[in-house]
């Protein structure tokens, strides 16, 4: 990952094919995309959940511990297809149970 996405608080991106001709990207994102909600809970798009973290600084008293997840977050911003990912140990779990996708 490059520098253009630490603001986001995430250490891994995952990025899937956006070539509709060429693989199954968005097949893949979006199975991909289902298991992170199966294993570490719903999550917002990478954009929403930052402007969700901003406005919490002001109106913390209105989030719940479980309206931002840490753990990870998507896109589809401009035919990107994407999962950022907090750490190591979340990005080897996903390719320990997902081997093809490496």
């Known amino acids: 990952m490059d520098g253009r996405y630490t603001r986001y608080g995430f250490r891994y991106l995952i990025?899937?094919?956006?070539?509709?001709?060429?693989g199954t990207g968005v097949l893949d994102f979006d199975r991909s995309r289902r298991w992170f909600n199966e294993q570490f809970g719903w999550s917002q798009d990478v954009e929403t959940r930052q402007q969700?973290?901003?406005?919490?600084r002001y109106y913390r008293e209105l989030y719940e511990p479980n309206d931002i997840?840490?753990?990870?977050?998507f896109s589809?911003?401009?035919?990107?297809?994407?999962?950022?990912?907090?750490?190591?140990?979340?990005?080897?779990?996903?390719?320990?149970?997902h081997p093809a996708s490496q």
């Open 15 to 22: 990025e899937f094919s956006k070539v509709a001709s060429f």
């Open 52 to 56: 969700m973290k901003e406005n919490q």
């Open 69 to 73: 997840n840490p753990v990870w977050a």
């Open 76 to 97: 589809v911003k401009h035919g990107d297809y994407r999962i950022y990912v907090d750490s190591d140990k979340t990005l080897s779990w996903f390719l320990l149970c």
